[in-house]
């Protein structure tokens, strides 16, 4: 008994070892920057990562593409985990969700497919419009991801083999509210946000889920229409309609406290229980609403289709909020102005157009360099226009005074901007190409050719990008994924 006691603690301190070296492992791989788990590597939704790229202004000549083909169109982003097990042996993996809900995992040194999980349902919706632009997320701790589906599910799926431990429905209406923004995962819970289809087609309203992340349990639901009201929402239920939440980097976390910032798009608003178009704090577990803000011309908006929360919401630092819209401009908001469950109207710190005046469909990129802090938008792409532009700003905030001066623009129109590594790129879905730029001059050093799609971003990372072609709005069940690759990545 004595040696088996011996034995019994010799295996329980040899397992706690195993541990705490998997969790070292894991927390390595995060902190070196050596995964791309989230939409624009970055929780608080600023689209800027400082992480070590291996791609810089001298070596972009030497990238080579290589185009994958996939089971459906990716009218989102990717992410990407280092050195994970994938059927037995380690692998560099890209992970994307295509339009009709397939999420894929591609070798990202080969292009190979190595496995694709399908929704049970996809046949009752494949080629219909009922789509998700959505972008999955990884755990932290790089065993599985969080992927939605048209019929308004998010799933877990094993990083391993793509197989499937949960699914759980955030929305009663999944053929009027769709799963439109990028999932987010904090503190072991899945933050979820609906939106409508094209074209404003009610009955649907914006709702905040959130989901436990290891068991799928829906544990609390905010509704940005009849907030008085937890838990999902029947639309019929509700006189008020629409206030999607849509905006391409999804819910924006304030990782120091793990408050929710959202925007909403077009609605009702009365200022105590719809709260269309309008910029919205809640509290970690999306209980309460800590703080709102509306511009004054809210029903001037609501009228003409200028959603407010066309982007999402980015943390300038300070307690500012910048909010852009699709009136074609960007908003300073000072957070404690929003404080409180009463309406907070107008009293904006300064406003300023979008570069090209153009509804602003994509979000906002938020830089710190050197000590200053930039702010990059890109308007026209979304919906194939053929105008926008591409402008920068530096930010400053001093005696809670908080201003954007101009530094540089141009006639570029694209998506959503991403900072990686000390380089700005932006993807032109109208033309095809991306741009890459120095982000502090303006001058554009690449224009990587690829085709045309609508949302689509890249991500940047260990030697390589990717980024997907395509509109959900064809409603194909095929598509590209385009990797450029430094040599010997």
């Known amino acids: 008994m004595v040696n088996l006691k011996v034995k019994s603690k010799t295996l329980v301190s040899a397992l706690a070892l195993c541990a705490l070296a998997m969790m070292a492992t894991v927390a390595a791989a995060q902190s070196s920057g050596q995964d791309w ?9 600023d689209s800027a990562s400082a992480a070590p790229t291996g791609i810089n202004a001298g070596n972009l000549k030497s990238l080579t593409r290589r185009q ?32 009709y809900g397939k999420t894929i995992a591609v070798d990202a040194k080969d292009g190979k497919v190595l496995w694709e999980y399908t929704p049970a349902q996809y046949a009752s919706w494949e080629g219909t419009r009922q789509i998700t632009n959505s972008t999955p997320v990884a755990d932290p701790d790089r065993e599985y991801l969080y992927a939605a589906s048209p019929d308004g599910k998010v799933q877990k799926l094993a990083v391993a083999d793509g197989h499937l431990l949960w699914s759980t429905a955030v929305t009663l209406a999944p053929a009027t509210e769709k799963l439109d923004s990028p999932l987010k995962v904090f503190r072991g819970h899945v933050i979820v946000t609906t939106a409508g289809y094209i074209g404003d087609r009610p009955p649907y ?39 999607a939440i849509w905006g391409r980097s999804g819910p924006a976390i304030d ?69 852009g819209g699709k009136d074609g401009l960007i908003r ?13 109207t107008g009293h904006e710190l300064q406003t300023v157009p979008t570069p090209g005046s153009q509804q602003l469909l994509t979000s906002l990129a938020r830089w710190t360099h050197d ?49 990686a590594d000390g380089l700005l790129y932006i993807y032109d879905p109208h033309n095809g190409g991306l741009r890459v ?49 430094l040599p010997g990545h």
């Open 68 to 99: 994958v083909q996939l089971d459906g169109t990716v009218d989102a982003a990717a992410i990407y985990l280092h050195g994970v097990n994938v059927k037995g042996s380690s692998h560099d993996v890209f992970f994307v969700t295509t339009t």
């Open 437 to 485: 730029y120095n982000p502090a001059t303006g001058v554009q050093l690449a224009d990587l050719p690829c085709g045309a799609g609508h949302w689509n971003s890249p991500i940047v990372i260990a030697g390589r990008i990717a980024l997907p072609e395509g509109s959900a709005n064809e409603h194909a069940t095929s598509g590209v994924l385009d990797i450029w690759s």
């Open 205 to 243: 309203q914006g709702h905040v889920a959130i989901l436990d992340a290891a068991s799928g349990k829906l544990l609390h639901v905010w509704n940005s229409l009849c907030s008085n009201q937890a838990g999902l929402l029947q639309p019929s239920s509700c006189d008020g309609q629409r206030s």
């Open 332 to 344: 300073l908001v000072r957070i404690k102005d929003m404080a409180g469950t009463a309406a907070h």
């Open 371 to 419: 000590g200053k802090t930039w702010l990059f938008s890109a308007d026209g792409g979304g919906f194939r226009s053929s105008a926008g532009g591409t402008s920068a700003w530096t930010y400053a905030a001093v005696d809670g005074k908080a201003k954007l001066t101009p530094a540089w623009n141009n006639d570029n129109l694209g998506t959503t901007p991403l900072v």
């Open 255 to 323: 990782t120091s406290t793990g408050d929710i910032f959202v925007a909403t798009g077009n609605g009702t608003y009365d200022g105590k229980t719809n709260w269309g178009d309008a910029l919205i704090e809640l509290n970690p577990d999306a209980t309460a609403m800590l703080g709102n803000y509306s511009p004054e011309n809210n029903a001037e908006l609501d009228h003409r289709d200028l959603d407010l929360g066309s982007t999402s919401p980015v943390l300038m630092g300070g307690g500012i909020v910048a909010q």
């Open 37 to 45: 788990p989230v939409f624009g590597n970055s929780i608080a939704g």
